[in-house]
């Protein structure tokens, strides 16, 4: 049956399902804070994604080459600190937000290495929902100055990221460098986990709950968005990401009943736009360039 379906629907369904699942990850790993700690809840989710990916991409196989070891382990520290600061940044405000915050990461990246005069529409737009969402203000509707700057650090991380990662897509398997990736991390962030939280993270619940978080946030959103990157455009595959702060606002709301001002749904809303609107107008730029 679904070999009727054409492939690029079935990219565009995994990158769905990718969003939804790696946001679910996040609002589960909510649940492990109050017990765990973000950097007790991060050495779980590393941990077990490791497992998971090594399992299924078996890296030592046909592993890298000696002299790419160097741009992958610069790889993987990224990772593993974006992973954990994203962490302790959601531990203190709104999912949604979080993530709208670290967006600004990828989308800064995609804004500097274009020189086109929409972009600074969509420079306005990012800068503008930045601008109510930092907390200028107290009151109900402010946020945590820290959990803000956790955030900011994952989204110059994300920033890193994508510079780095694609270096190391160019030289490494994807699947491969993802999985030896989060066993690296895991070498760091399982140590910090435990100094935080002690005989705590090795209890029976809390291995449950680190084995779906690891699973709904990196196991199964990585392996399908490599996937997809198969049969979808970079640009269309980007424009849906843009969609991941909304994703995140929601599913927090239904799991955890986090809500949101209206002002701050604004800010989302815009972080989301310009996102989207830049992943838009790189893609007509470059069928224009084509033709």
């Known amino acids: 049956m679904l070999t009727k379906i054409p492939r ?79 962490y302790m940044g959601i531990a203190r405000v709104p999912l949604g937000i979080g993530v709208a915050i670290e967006f600004l990461g990828p989308l800064t990246v995609a804004v ?8 600074f529409i969509w420079i306005a737009c990012a800068a503008a929902g930045l601008v109510i969402l930092l907390p200028w203000h107290g009151g109900s509707g402010a946020l ?53 939280a002690g005989a705590t993270l090795f209890s029976g619940s809390v291995l449950l709950w680190g084995i779906a978080v690891g699973i709904l946030s990196s196991a199964i959103p990585y392996t399908l968005e490599m996937l997809a990157l198969k049969h979808l455009p970079a640009k269309t ?7 991941e702060p909304a994703a995140g606002a929601i599913l927090a709301f239904l799991i955890v009943g986090e809500k949101l001002t209206l002002m701050q749904v604004v800010a989302i809303a815009l972080v989301v736009t310009a996102s989207a609107g830049s992943s838009l107008t790189a893609r007509r730029a470059t069928n224009e360039a084509a033709t």
């Open 144 to 196: 945590d100055p820290v959990g803000v700057f956790w955030c900011a650090c994952a989204a110059v991380c994300w920033g890193l990221y994508i510079i780095v990662g694609q270096r190391v897509s160019d030289r490494v398997h994807g699947g491969k460098a993802v999985a030896l990736a989060m066993a690296i991390t895991t070498v760091f962030t399982l140590p910090i986990g435990i100094a935080t």
């Open 237 to 243: 595959f980007s424009l849906m990401m843009s969609l």
């Open 112 to 119: 500097l290495t274009s020189r086109r005069a929409v972009d």
């Open 8 to 86: 690029r629907t079935l990219a565009t369904c995994a990158v769905l399902i990718s969003i939804l699942s790696v946001q679910a990850g996040a609002t589960f790993g909510k649940h492990l804070f109050p017990i765990v700690g973000a950097e007790g809840t991060t050495a779980l989710r590393q941990g077990f994604a490791a497992l998971i990916l090594l399992a299924i991409f078996r890296p030592w196989q046909n592993g890298p080459a000696r002299k790419d070891w160097g741009v992958l382990l610069l790889y993987a520290v990224i990772m593993g600190v974006m992973n954990l600061v994203f």
